[in-house]
């Protein structure tokens, strides 16, 4: 079993940053990929950025890139999203995912952990 607890959300204006922090547990050896998701009201989950474990390649999407940077410090077993220029439309519950088989894909279906969200809210 692998826990996930998210931390950091909040209420910010547009161009503001903030930080988000997921503290992982138990059996974080297994994990190979680890991934903040989003979900939008009324949206469906969509990935945000992924990053692997062993070596530490990163993944955006498109709507993030330039703005988002994923980061881990595997001393304390945390992942970080480090999010600046908040636009109203990244406005959503953040989740944070782990994979313990592949690091290829957005498909949520795949992500074995999840967390039980932050929500973060952007103002215009």
């Known amino acids: 079993q692998v826990q996930l607890v998210e931390s950091g959300g909040g209420s910010v204006q547009a161009g503001g940053s903030l930080r988000l922090s997921c503290a992982a547990s138990g059996y974080t050896y297994r994990v190979y990929c680890l991934a903040w998701f989003r979900q939008p009201p009324g949206k469906e989950r969509e990935g945000v950025a992924r990053?692997?474990?062993?070596?530490?390649?990163?993944y955006y999407a498109d709507s993030v890139k330039g703005r988002f940077t994923i980061s881990r410090d595997n001393a304390k077993n945390t992942l970080y999203l480090q999010m600046n220029n908040l636009k109203p439309e990244d406005t959503a519950m953040y989740y944070c995912a782990a994979d313990l088989v592949r690091c290829g894909n957005w498909y949520a279906g795949n992500y074995n952990y999840w967390g039980q969200g932050t929500q973060v809210t952007v103002s215009s």
């Open positions: 990053i692997h474990t062993n070596g530490g390649s990163t």
